[in-house]
């Protein structure tokens, strides 16, 4: 038998070696080459492809169908309608229900009798190559009679609206209210009320790779497997073993690499999550499907419009003593995702103040558009917006200054953990931060900033007839929602590599680094010695997917935990081969080394030795094999209630969420010819915890800034009055390029959560939350002079800010 | 030399035969006429490094050279490239399989995430730094301006906008010592 550990002097943790550097990432070296392995790049023997027909008329009727043209092109193996896809002919699972989703829909694969949005699927077309299929779209013949339709959401509440189901009265999906401490009483002994409308329009994601799906049916094995461009492969899986009614087991989906997702790739199953399977069964051939630019334009989920009537109670010093906040949410034609958004938006309503008394309601309101599902930031985008356009309105009219005023209302640090009863966040517990420094992340924001020079600099732009503006956001983020992931940590006998698997899935945020760095400290190897594996359910397939920055928070603490106890077992085993107390060992340089000596064996060695094997293929095998020496006592080679190898699963489950926090500052200018933006200095005060690599969450932070430029000034969703999307390119979806992104000068504090045992928060998403609240509070403060009215709508644009100064002007 | 046929397999559209070099390898193929040369890249050389972001010729992921400059794969016919020389991204690194100083400095810098961009990435900073080696003496403003024919979606583009530079200086450096050595 193994040694009880209470025998063995207590091993030291090990040192933080990798952990917290700037390691370059594992990943880089085969995507710098062209190495990558996107869907479309799968090899696939005798693939053949997908092509759908899409509705180009928002609400409206099938009157016709006609598919034999389509089904007598040469080249065509199927062509796939409503009528003709057996069971998936249903609606899609709503996969997150809430009581309060009073009318919950969810749309079918292909349409059946009616339509929803332009762009939903009506048809499905497999042939032997993508030309092919789309010649053969083209020759379906539809027939769909419009119906009356209201875009607006505002307008598709009132009564005699057009309604989008015909069953959903006044076309609300859910609605809800939430209340923490006594808002009414807040109210009414306020000295001073501050209220705004605020509206954030349609955007999307606009990941780089479009969705994608390849699908191969074993008949042999009775194996279907489904390479997808998803962050939930394990939630896929599972979706389409219910559909297909087939074991789990026999359902294997892959997520190789992901080019981007930020967010819609986290909902499924898509029309093509379905269908590509579906015909790979049928045709008994491979079948892939490549979404194109147009396409997800159309398809794949959209985000952001919501309309908030928000209302700040104050003393006349300033003090927010109560918020209510009653806002509008777009669901889009569908509420496939549940309430999420709304949800997640609802409970940052009161960002980093104190604000005790809270009454949040909003109603979900379905629209003939492409439905609404998460996109980076989830809803607190919007709400930072509410939010913190409403303090700024509030300092003003208090005359007091910005920074000073949200100083007044920020939490303190002794005031952790601050929990908001009563409100509900999206991982069903109450709102509860748990860690900050948010005063100090302030006063280091007003540092970099330069606030006197700044002003003189202002001052004498004022003077030139420059237009020269600051804009600030203070924003938090709960991150990390569980309710858990896994790791296993395996050394190789042969190589002494560590392979680590997780359940979740990367689009690129370098778990194949990060989560490394944490394996690589505890068994004292190099960090491209350990090899991270996901997004694969043929390899680990317990856990949820990558979403709500979680993906460090709680599969980083699962990996740390299974490399505990890898550690543990390694000198455990290393102890008897030296014949040593583990306190003597130290784990470095893939090896175990007595302290002080230079005796010491491998990685490889010692994990060669936990198993004992019966067949001598090598030497280490031999010596194993031979003697069997990781225990030093009778009884059998393998002791009761231990495993061969060195092989470690733990799962971690959060508490609840652990939220991070950050401030933002812009110096703008706008140019009073052509009324474009120049924002001349961008700087961050950020703090998710212990950072485990600060390379790669400033990479994070940075790309979530950009997406946040987006949404400020550049990306809308522009749906014409008919439900058609007018700018459906990327030749008229403006984005940010290089030239429109400012550099971010970035500030890191460090304030551990001590919910998990890495101390870390999420970053995925923070970057991107205060931008639009920090460019339109620049503007504004630019325009001060020309007395424009508010900018409390985004994305603005250079006509939005030519018409308010025209406006005010003629005022 | 590698040959390829490409004749769609259901009709009978006309096919064209084309001479080309594809990463200092002599390509002979008969391709449809309406077959892009990403897909022809992609799919019938498996040159799967090229991306397709958009096809519309706007995000640039597609960037390849042709004939030395870089172009959209994407807005370009199969056909197009008769008795053209072709440059993908899986010819950048070095003979020994070292990465480029393009290459070398994106990872440095951090300049890709996703990875979906950045073939397109390295092949137009790859020909900008070609075509013009005072790169690195631009300021941040100029690198941005030339940088700004490709889409990115992960990095914000403040690690593309330092790997253009790393890039461009560790390409005049060795310029410089080249020229120093010849001279000397």
């Known amino acids: ?811 | 030399m590698t040959s390829s046929t490409y004749r769609s397999p259901v009709n009978d559209d006309p096919t064209l035969d084309i001479s080309l070099v594809v990463n200092g390898r002599p390509v002979e193929a008969s391709v449809s006429p309406r077959l892009l040369l990403s897909d022809f890249l992609r799919h019938h050389l498996g040159l799967t490094g090229t991306h397709v972001g958009c096809e519309h010729g706007v995000c640039g992921a597609c960037t390849v050279h042709i004939d030395g400059r870089a172009a959209r794969s994407c807005l370009t016919l199969a056909v197009q490239l008769d008795g053209a020389t072709v440059r993908t991204v899986e010819d950048l690194e070095g003979p020994d399989g070292s990465l480029s100083p393009v290459q070398a400095a994106f990872r440095d810098c951090h300049g890709l995430q996703c990875g979906f961009c950045t073939p397109g990435f390295l092949m137009s900073v790859t020909a900008l730094l070609d075509e013009d080696p005072d790169v690195a003496d631009a300021s941040d403003a100029e690198i941005r301006e030339r940088i700004a024919g490709n889409l990115c979606r992960c990095t914000g583009y403040q690690g593309i906008v330092a790997a253009t530079r790393q890039a461009a200086e560790t390409l005049r450096d060795a310029k410089e010592q080249a020229d120093g050595t010849t001279q000397g």
């Open chain 1, 1 to 811: 038998m193994a040694r009880p550990k209470a025998e063995q002097p207590e091993q030291s943790a090990p040192p933080m070696v990798h952990t917290g550097a700037r390691v370059r990432r594992n990943e880089d070296p085969r995507l710098l080459r062209g190495r990558g392995r996107y869907v479309d790049d799968i090899p696939l023997e005798g693939c053949v492809h997908g092509a759908f027909l899409r509705s180009t008329v928002a609400r409206g009727r099938i009157v016709a169908l006609d598919t034999t043209e389509a089904e007598q092109l040469p080249g065509v193996l199927a062509v796939y309608t409503c009528e003709n896809i057996g069971g998936l002919d249903r609606e899609m699972p709503l996969l997150i229900p809430h009581p309060c989703i009073s009318h919950g829909r969810t749309q079918r694969p292909l349409a059946r009798d009616d339509v929803y949005y332009v762009g939903q699927a009506i048809a499905f077309v497999v042939a032997v190559d993508r030309y092919v299929a789309e010649d053969a779209v083209s020759r379906i013949s539809v027939d769909i009679e419009p119906l009356p339709v209201e875009v607006d959401m505002e307008r598709a509440v009132d009564d005699g609206a057009p309604l989008v189901h015909p069953d959903v009265p006044g076309n609300i999906a859910a609605a809800l209210v939430q209340n923490c401490g006594d808002a009414d009483a807040a109210f009414a002994r306020a000295e001073h009320r501050t209220k705004i409308r605020v509206q954030v329009d349609r955007s999307t994601g606009a990941p780089m790779e479009c969705l994608a799906t390849a699908a191969r049916w074993d008949p042999v094995s009775g194996e279907l497997v489904v390479w997808d461009g998803t962050q939930a492969p394990i939630g896929l899986r599972g979706a389409l073993a219910s559909l297909f009614e087939l074991d789990e087991d026999k359902v294997r989906v892959i997520a190789p690499d992901v080019g981007g997702g930020f967010g819609p790739k986290i909902h499924f199953p898509y029309a093509n999550e379905v269908l590509v399977p579906l015909a790979a069964m049928e045709l008994g051939r491979p079948v892939k499907y490549i979404e194109d630019r147009s396409e997800n334009f159309v398809h794949m989920s959209h985000e952001r419009t919501q309309i908030h009537e928000i209302e700040l109670a104050a003393t006349k010093d300033g003090e927010v003593i109560g918020l209510r906040d009653v806002f509008l949410h777009d669901t889009g034609a569908f509420i496939p995702y549940g309430i999420a958004v709304a949800q997640v938006a609802s409970t940052a309503i009161a960002g980093p103040y104190r604000i005790p008394n809270i009454e949040v309601e909003f109603r979900c309101v379905y629209t003939p558009t492409v439905p609404v599902t998460p996109y980076r930031g989830c809803g607190r985008p919007q709400a930072n917006f509410a939010l913190e356009r409403a303090m700024d309105q509030l300092a003003e009219e208090l005359g007091l200054d910005r920074f000073e005023i949200r100083r007044r209302n920020l939490i303190a640090d002794d005031e952790f953990p601050y929990k908001r009863e009563g409100l509900i966040f999206a991982d069903g517990l109450p709102v509860t931060y748990d860690s900050g420094q948010y005063g100090a992340a302030l006063a280091l924001l007003e540092e970099e900033l330069d606030l006197p020079a700044f002003r003189a600099e202002q001052e004498q732009a004022r003077a030139e007839g420059r237009w020269l503006g600051l804009g600030l956001s203070f924003y938090v983020e709960g991150t990390g929602l569980g309710p858990y992931e896994g790791g296993r940590v395996r050394i190789h006998p042969i190589t002494g590599k560590v392979y680590v698997n997780t359940g979740l899935t990367t689009q690129g945020q370098g778990h194949a680094t990060s989560m490394a760095q944490l394996v690589a400290d505890q068994l004292g190897v190099a960090v491209d010695d350990v090899i991270v594996v996901e997004g694969d359910t043929g390899v680990f397939d317990w856990g949820v997917a990558t979403f709500a920055s979680r993906a460090m928070v709680v599969s980083g603490s699962a990996i740390h935990k299974a490399a505990v106890k890898a550690r543990e077992r390694v000198l455990e085993i290393a102890a008897n081969m030296l014949e040593v107390d583990q306190a003597d060992i130290v784990l470095e340089n893939g090896a175990a080394t007595v302290r002080g000596t230079g005796t010491s064996v491998p990685l490889a060695a010692i994990a060669t030795v936990s198993n004992p094997l019966r067949y001598a293929f090598n030497d280490a095998a031999q010596i194993a094999t031979q003697f069997a020496p990781a225990n030093k006592g009778d009884g059998p080679p393998l002791p009761e209630e231990s495993r061969p190898g060195i092989q470690t699963e733990e799962y971690y489950s959060p508490p609840h969420a652990t939220w991070a926090y950050g401030v933002h500052a812009a110096i703008v200018e706008v140019d009073p010819v052509s009324y474009d933006l120049q924002v001349k200095r961008y700087v961050i005060v950020h703090d998710c915890g212990k950072m485990i690599n600060p390379m790669i969450v400033e990479g994070q932070i940075a790309g979530g800034v950009a997406s946040g430029m987006g949404g400020a000034f550049y990306e809308k969703l522009e749906y014409e009055a008919n439900g058609n999307l007018r700018n459906a390119s990327f030749m008229e979806f403006l984005m940010p390029y290089a030239t429109e992104v400012p550099h971010m000068e970035m500030h890191h504090l460090e304030t551990p959560t001590p919910l998990n045992p890495i101390g870390a928060k999420g970053a995925g998403e923070a970057g991107t939350i205060p931008v639009a609240a920090v460019i339109a509070s620049g503007i504004q403060d630019a325009l001060a002079p020309e007395g424009i009215g508010p900018l409390w709508h985004v994305p603005l644009n250079p006509s939005v800010l030519h018409d308010a100064v025209r406006e005010a002007r003629s005022r």
